[in-house]
């Protein structure tokens, strides 16, 4: 085998072995699913999460408008110690955070985070089709495109209250009107039943 030869498979071995090294950000968790959001929106958008196999590197999420200008950027420094989630710079009416656990985890693994982007700042028309961006060193997270639409109902909604019998200390639950889903303040749903306290 020539000289030329062995060379060449010695760089084909060691660009592939660098491949696997440093490829991270595999089958992330990214939640919620959804691109739509609602326009005047704020709070939490994305959550993601997911696990390194070698050394931590600086975790970055990118909010970029439509013509690609960066609109906020956090990024969060991969530090020497065992938390590699240092703290980022701020950004007024933007928030996002790190976390990085190394405990519980499988085997091969170096270690997990999770992560999250929220908006304070209303997100107005002009936060349409958007795009939030997550990173791990050079290895791309996650990609989403925002769409943002108004909230409208075909009909006027009212919430219910069965049974409405108005007596104090009766347990009642409360639902929307044509078939819409009552929300909680926080964003969930289920169990909408109190007590009527007063007629």
């Known amino acids: ?51 390194v196999t070698v050394q931590a590197n600086d975790l970055t999420w990118s909010f970029e408008d439509s013509s690609v200008a960066n609109i906020a950027v956090f990024t969060f420094p991969s530090g020497l110690g065992t938390n590699p989630c240092q703290p980022s710079t701020p950004v007024p009416g ?22 999250t982007f929220s908006v304070g700042n209303k997100l107005t028309s002009s936060f349409n089709q958007s795009t939030l961006k997550l990173a791990h060193g050079v290895s791309s997270c996650f990609a989403q495109n925002i769409s943002l639409q ?10 219910l209250v069965n049974p409405s019998s108005g007596v104090y200390h009766t347990q009642a639950n409360f639902q929307c009107s044509h078939g819409s889903t009552l929300f909680n303040m926080d964003g969930t749903t289920g169990n909408t039943a109190t007590k009527c306290l007063a007629t």
């Open 150 to 159: 108004a909230c409208s109902s075909p009909t006027p909604n009212t919430v």
């Open 94 to 115: 933007y928030n996002a955070t790190c976390q990085y656990n190394t405990a519980g985890i499988p085997a091969g693994i170096l270690g997990c985070y999770t992560t």
């Open 1 to 51: 085998m020539s000289y030329q030869t062995i060379m060449f498979l010695m760089l084909v071995i060691f660009g592939s072995l660098c491949a696997t090294a440093f490829s991270t950000c595999s089958n992330p968790t990214v939640t919620p699913s959804r691109i739509t959001w609602a326009l005047d929106y704020t709070g939490l958008l994305y959550s993601g999460y997911f696990c």
